[in-house]
């Protein structure tokens, strides 16, 4: 092994999520088959036994690329000199508890883990944040990294992207493959906007191949739209594999760059692009390239995606505006 290890933290390490995550980055997925990487494990005091016992079948997997395993239970330590972080673990909503507590609860775990983030992460540092709500999780680490660049935080849609894929590709009769310029627009939430009116199957314009308004309204968009909570419905708890791969999708891509002709859903922070207030942290399309990435520029926004777009972005500034109040961000 001649090259020196990407150091990456995940959070959440003996979650579900964390299960079906952390063998893939060891086998080289996250970032390349040829980029040996140092897992640096951040768990609850509670599950750092499990996270333990996660760890011991990585070592058993002898994966070529993985340079070592640390774990631990302090935030400054987990992040310190981390390249890339996945920030997985998070309160989850409970009986009888409110948005707004579910809001500082997260912010209980965001805060401090963005100060830390500021305090020891590497200097070129890339943030994904998995754990819900994702955006505004995302926007609370941020705020509390000032000497990070903004850019270097995003929040996973790339979910919600593959959703919509999967659903354009059933409906068409074609493979993912051939389907180009999804975009997914706001939260990742019940009012996400999945637009198929950029999107192209084998170069021609998606929606107008489809040409069926009745599925785009009343099937497709509120199918990708409340996924999430039909797989818990179906499976008794949030989806997790599809998560784990969205995520390796997500940095994967962020890392080695969008293919040419193509782009991808991320959740940055807003330059106002397509009216999206300046610094939510927002679904796009973007293109990647040499490690970072770019908001798509110029898409015609006709009305009915204008009022949708507004509605998920809506919600997120009430999130922000939630957590402003809680002294969060
Ligand atoms: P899980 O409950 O199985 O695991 C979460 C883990 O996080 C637990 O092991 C817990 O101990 C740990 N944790 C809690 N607080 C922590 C902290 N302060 N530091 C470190 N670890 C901490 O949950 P899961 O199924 O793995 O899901 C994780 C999160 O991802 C949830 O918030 C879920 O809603 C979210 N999710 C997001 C998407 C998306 O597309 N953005 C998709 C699926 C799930
Ligand atoms: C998903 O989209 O599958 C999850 O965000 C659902 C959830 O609430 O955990």
Redesign the pocket.
């Known amino acids: 092994m001649t090259r020196t290890p990407v150091n990456v933290t995940v959070t959440g390490a003996a979650g579900q999520i964390g299960y079906a995550l952390l063998f893939r980055i060891a086998s080289g997925q996250l970032l390349g088959a040829d980029v040996p990487v140092r897992l640096r494990l951040l768990e609850i005091p509670q599950a750092v036994k499990a996270a333990e016992g996660t760890a011991m079948e990585l070592d058993d997997c002898a994966f070529p690329l993985l340079a070592g395993i640390d774990i631990f239970d302090d935030p400054t330590p987990a992040f310190e000199g981390a390249n890339v972080a996945l920030l997985v673990g998070a309160r ?2 409970t009986k009888g508890m409110e948005r707004g507590d579910l809001l500082e609860a997260n912010g209980g775990i965001f805060k401090p883990q963005g100060q830390a983030i500021n305090a020891g992460a590497a200097d070129d540092i890339k943030v994904l944040v998995v754990g ?1 709500p ?1 955006n505004t999780n995302a926007l609370i680490a941020q705020r509390n990294a000032p000497d990070v660049p903004a850019e270097r935080f995003t929040a996973m849609t790339r ?2 992207h593959n ?1 919509a894929l999967a659903q354009l590709s059933k409906k068409a009769g074609v493979s993912v493959a051939d389907i180009k310029k999804m975009t997914i627009w706001g939260n ?2 019940a009012t996400q906007y999945p637009d198929i009116f950029h999107a192209e199957i084998g170069g021609k314009n998606a929606a107008e191949t489809v040409n069926d308004r009745e599925w785009l309204e009343n099937d497709f968009i509120p199918t990708v739209a409340k ?3 039909a ?2 419905e179906a499976r008794g708890a ?2 997790a594999a ?2 784990a791969g969205a995520a390796i999708d997500h940095v994967y891509t962020w890392v080695n760059g969008t293919p040419e002709g193509d782009w991808t859903s991320m959740a940055v922070p807003s330059d106002g692009s397509y009216g999206v207030p300046e610094g939510l942290i927002s679904s796009f399309p973007v293109t990647c390239k040499d490690g970072r990435w770019e908001i798509v520029q110029g898409l015609e926004i006709d009305d009915f995606s204008r009022a949708r777009i507004d509605a998920s972005v809506n919600e997120l500034a009430e999130e922000r505006d939630a957590v402003r109040k809680l002294g969060l961000v």
């Open positions: 989850p909503r819900n994702a979910l919600d959703r990742h939430s996924r999430g909570a797989i818990i949030s989806s599809s998560a």
